[in-house]
């Protein structure tokens, strides 16, 4: 399993690897509307951005964490950093049209389907015309959620309601706990690990596991066009087990 750690927000999991979708963000700076990075964690991203040169703005739930990412920046580093805080879906901070190109990794997986929308929706609203949206979450395809019938049940929920985004754990780490009944002896050891760090960390939380077809028709219903999409493997998600298709990774664009 990969190495992970805590955001300094103490919020959730950062991760160390950059998401692979970076430069559809980055490439979205044009010297105008800045590019902004919702839910900012450790600033991995933000400092890559601000690399390529672009102004960026990082928004999290709080600031405890911006003081570290100030002091790694060089002074023109600092000058074209801004931090916010704010959630989705209600507390965006921005102007409609005011920003060049959103990126939102491993965040959205936190939200259920009415905050979904909305969080959608801002996004919409704050995007330039032309801008981008590029985002990872996981998948309903997750290999931990082998054997334990839920796919089943979300496409079932899928057929009886086509745009309600099912997919939705009330509780990811009773769901670990399931499926950690069902590990192989060699893989108990880690297993075990990783449960006594989501329960020391109180992460008892739910999780929404998404569709990958069902998010493009929903994006492409709120005005938006997909440049790319794909599941993926996502090795650095901290559990013990893995597959292909563990994460989905899109690239929508606003609609001129």
Not at 23 to 39: A, E, S, V
Not at 63 to 85: M, N, P, T, Y
């Amino acid at each position: 399993m990969a190495e992970f750690s805590l955001a300094p927000s103490g919020v959730g999991y950062a991760f160390a690897l950059e998401t692979p979708l970076l430069t559809y963000w980055t490439d979205c700076w044009q010297g105008k509307g800045p590019l902004l990075d919702i839910g900012c964690g450790d600033g991995t991203h933000i400092r890559a951005g601000l690399k390529s040169g672009a102004d960026i703005i990082g928004l999290d739930l709080s600031d405890s964490g911006f003081e570290a990412i100030h002091r790694s920046l060089d002074v023109d580093q600092k000058a074209r950093f801004q931090s916010r805080v704010g959630r989705l879906p209600d507390n965006i901070p921005f102007h409609d049209e005011s920003v060049a190109g959103v990126l939102c990794s491993l965040v959205l997986h936190f939200l259920d389907h009415a905050e979904t929308i909305a969080a959608l929706w801002e996004v919409h609203r704050i995007l330039e015309p032309g801008g981008r949206f590029v985002f990872t979450c996981v998948s309903d395809q997750m290999a931990i959620l082998d054997g334990l019938g839920l796919q089943q049940q979300f496409e079932d929920e899928r057929k009886s309601s086509p745009l309600f985004l099912s997919g939705m754990v009330p509780d990811f780490v009773e769901l670990l706990e399931k499926q950690y009944r069902r590990c192989p002896a060699s893989q108990q050891d880690e297993a075990l690990a990783t449960l006594e760090r989501y329960r020391r960390d109180k992460l008892s939380i739910p999780l929404h596991f998404f569709n990958l077809n069902q998010l493009i028709m929903v994006l492409l219903r709120l005005g938006f066009s997909i440049e790319y999409s794909c599941m993926a493997p996502a090795d650095h998600y901290p559990i013990w087990k893995h597959g292909p298709e563990d994460e989905i990774r899109i690239v929508a664009r606003k609609n001129s």
